[in-house]
Nanobody, 124 residues
Framework: QVWLVPSGGGSVQAGGSLRLACAVS????????MGWFRQAPGKEREFVAA????????YYAESVKGRFTIDRDNDKKMLYLQMDSLKPEDTAVYYC?????????????????WGQGTQVTVSP
């Protein structure tokens, strides 16, 4: 019913920037929380960032604080992740996700809808 389509992945050198986007298709998720997760080779999927509908409750993983910014455009049904000062350890497949509920969460199990994922590669 709900489709999340990520874009904006690519390859950059350390210190560079990328901006990921996630387009929500299908029924509107009223006041839903959304988030970004990533999975690096050989590692489990981990939390990156999440926000709520109004943008007044935002969570970041400690590893990306000060470098990544999550925001959203509810009218356009878009979720964004601005990634600055990228490091090689940021290399991963990035997934956008949406909850049915409105409470911001760091737990992947709270998210019902997932995008396919987009590759981000950061070279040293």
């Amino acid at each position: 019913q709900v489709w999340l389509v990520p874009s904006g992945g690519g390859s950059v050198q350390a210190g560079g920037s990328l901006r990921l986007a996630c387009a929500v298709s299908g029924p509107t998720l009223a006041r839903n929380a959304m988030g970004w997760f990533r999975q690096a080779p050989g590692k489990e999927r981990e939390f990156v960032a999440a926000n709520n509908w109004s943008g007044d409750r935002i969570y970041y993983a400690e590893s990306v604080k000060g470098r990544f910014t999550i925001d959203r455009d509810n009218d356009k049904k878009m979720l964004y992740l601005q990634m600055d000062s990228l490091k090689p350890e940021d290399t991963a497949v990035y997934y956008c996700a949406a909850k049915i509920g409105m409470v911001t969460s760091r737990d992947e199990h709270d998210y019902e809808y997932w995008g396919q994922g987009t590759q981000v590669t950061v070279s040293p």
